[in-house]
Structure formats: structure tokens, C-alpha cells
């Protein structure tokens, strides 16, 4: 059973909760423990994600409300904490499953925030964008997160990989180094 650990940033009233998720599902027909953390519900700073979430997370959901330009400023904000994180803790390995969600699409009436402009930051960003009414469609919602879920699983499993392709080619080296190399029998 794999283990898939999100972690939903934003500023307070983007329209995210304040708590730690645990649910067992199934994705593609496997077994799955997701945990969805918001290390954010305590403040309003925008600089509210440390390197402990950044590490823990193997993906992110950076909320915006579209009514409100200053939770936009925070959303670019955080998606450079997650990059720069990254590649501070991460050995350069930026490439983690990231989406940007414009939330709060029922209350367009009052947008700040025009879909372009998000579309752009998140493909300055590489990642998946999308705007949604969490209050009118738990479809869109569900559905953001089973592709995101689905994209962590392919890292996950590209990581799994690269270690074992790795974990082999240095046995072979330990092995020509304790025994020498082959030689040919003539």
C-alpha cells in the first residue's frame, strides 16, 4: 500500500480547511493512504511553508481565491518557496507534482484575478492549473486531486525505479572492486 502526502498551501480565506486529512482509497486499483496536511491555517504570512512541510510533501495544491488579488501575490510566492526548497533540500529535483487551483469561481462577479493570469504563473511554474468552485462542485475537486494523486504515484514510482537501477550498478562496482575485474577465460 503506497503512502501519498499533499500538502494544500494558500492563504487564509483562499477557501482551503485547517486540518490534517487521513483517507484510504483506491486509484487505478491500488490500495492508497493519502494524508492532506495545511501548515498554513495558522498564519497569514505568505512565507508560511518551512522546509519540514516542503520535505514532507510529494506533492502540493497552492489555493488562490480569484476575488482576492493579495492571495494570488502569496500563491506566486509560495510556488517559488517550493522551487527554491527543492532544490536546496532536494538535490535539484524540482520536478514534483505541483497544481494551482483558482478557487472561489462562483464569486466571479468580484474576480481580481483573471484566468490568464493564472495560467501563465503555473506555466512558469510547470505545473497543472485549474479553477474551481469548491463550494458548487465537489466533482472538480475530486477530480483535481485523483490527477494529482495519479501523478505522484508516477514519481513515486520513477524514484523507486532510478534507486533500484542505482542500488544494482553499485553493487557491480563493489563487486569489481573486491574481486577485481572479469577477465575472459581463453
Not at 494570488?72 to 535539484?92: T, Y
Not at 513515486?156 to 553499485?170: C, I, N, P, V
Not at 569489481?176 to 577477465?183: H, L, M, S, T, W
Request: contains cysteine; hydrophobic residues 35%; positive net charge.
Amino acid at each position: 500500500m503506497n503512502d501519498i502526502k499533499l500538502a494544500l498551501l494558500g492563504s487564509q480565506g483562499a477557501g482551503k480547511s485547517d486540518s490534517l486529512y487521513h483517507k484510504r482509497l483506491s486509484i487505478d486499483g491500488r490500495q492508497l493512504n493519502l494524508e492532506v496536511f495545511d501548515p498554513c491555517s495558522q498564519s497569514s504570512e505568505a512565507r508560511c511553508i518551512l522546509e519540514e512541510p516542503v520535505d514532507w510533501a510529494d506533492g502540493f495544491v497552492v489555493v488562490y481565491n480569484i476575488s482576492d488579488r493579495s492571495s494570488f501575490i502569496d500563491a506566486k510566492n509560495i510556488l517559488l518557496q517550493i522551487r527554491e526548497a527543492r532544490m536546496e533540500n532536494c538535490k535539484g529535483e524540482v520536478e514534483v507534482p505541483v497544481c494551482l487551483v483558482g478557487n472561489k469561481q462562483d464569486l466571479c462577479h468580484a474576480r481580481q484575478v483573471c484566468e490568464a493570469e493564472g495560467r501563465c504563473l503555473a506555466q512558469e511554474h510547470r505545473c497543472h492549473f485549474q479553477e474551481v468552485s469548491a463550494a458548487e462542485s465537489y466533482q472538480d475537486i475530486s477530480a483535481l486531486f485523483t490527477q494529482l494523486i495519479r501523478q505522484v504515484m508516477e514519481l513515486l514510482k520513477y524514484r523507486a525505479d532510478r534507486r533500484r537501477y542505482s542500488g544494482s550498478k553499485s553493487m557491480a562496482k563493489l563487486i569489481n572492486n573486491v574481486f577485481g575485474k572479469r577477465r575472459k577465460s581463453v
